[in-house]
């Protein structure tokens, strides 16, 4: 059963454009949503949070928006630069609890 | 910026043996979890600790695994006797608010 889901193994962007990276979750539970980033052979790096009392939040150039009626989230990246080529995982949890990870999605930035 | 680190980043190890796996979390740190990665596939939580005791633990963290926080700054996840399946990599994580991420063991069980 996966309450968190990211439904694109991965994506190709342009240098420069937008990247935006889609997760959904069915756990109503969850207050709290996160975005990290993944290089092979390194743990997972924070990239930015969301709590379940905001709509949207914003750090340079990731912004991260959630939808709880429809229980989605993104996270849009822009510019895209070629350094943003990783995994991207969505994890959501509550408190202190252990996180609950998507799959990821490996986020290409073609020249 | 403070890290989570790791001991060892490889560790290859016969079947039914047992295998430790070390973490240093962030030093003022009060919550601590062990995930892990099958080759292949999503990050899964495994157990995490507070107060010198587990919090909360999955389904995967059955009798085999333990873990130990042996001393003020060490935390441990100990693998009993291990199956070909406990193959992954192994992420320790430490938290205030939101979680930091060690590097990782990479854990191959022959």
């Known amino acids: 059963d996966q309450q968190v889901k990211q439904n694109s193994p991965s994506l190709s962007v342009q240098e420069g454009r937008i990247s935006i990276l889609n997760c959904d979750y069915t756990?109503?539970?969850?207050?709290?949503f996160l975005w990290y980033k993944k290089y092979p052979a390194e743990g997972p790096t924070f990239l930015i949070s969301i709590s379940s009392i905001k709509d949207k939040n914003e750090d340079g150039r990731f912004t991260v928006f959630l939808n709880k009626s429809a229980k989605h989230l993104s996270l849009h990246i822009v510019p895209s630069q070629p350094g943003d080529s990783a995994v991207y995982f969505c994890a959501a949890g509550g408190g202190a609890d252990g996180l609950t990870f998507g799959k990821g999605t490996h986020l290409i930035i073609q020249p | 910026e403070p890290e989570v680190t790791q001991t060892p980043s490889h560790q290859v190890t016969q079947m039914g043996q047992e295998v430790i796996l070390r973490c240093v979390p962030i030093s003022n740190h009060l919550y601590f979890y062990w995930y892990r990665q099958i080759l292949g596939q999503k990050v899964e939580f495994l157990v995490s600790f507070y107060n010198n005791e587990i919090s909360e633990k999955s389904e995967i963290f059955d009798d085999q695994f333990s873990v130990e926080r042996p001393d003020g700054s060490n935390f441990t996840l100990k693998i009993r006797s291990t199956k070909l399946e406990d193959s992954a990599m192994y992420f320790c994580?430490?938290?205030?608010?939101?979680?930091?991420f060690g590097p990782g063991t990479r854990l191959l069980v022959l």
């Open positions: 994580a430490s938290s205030v608010a939101r979680q930091y």
């Open positions: 756990n109503s539970m969850f207050d709290y």
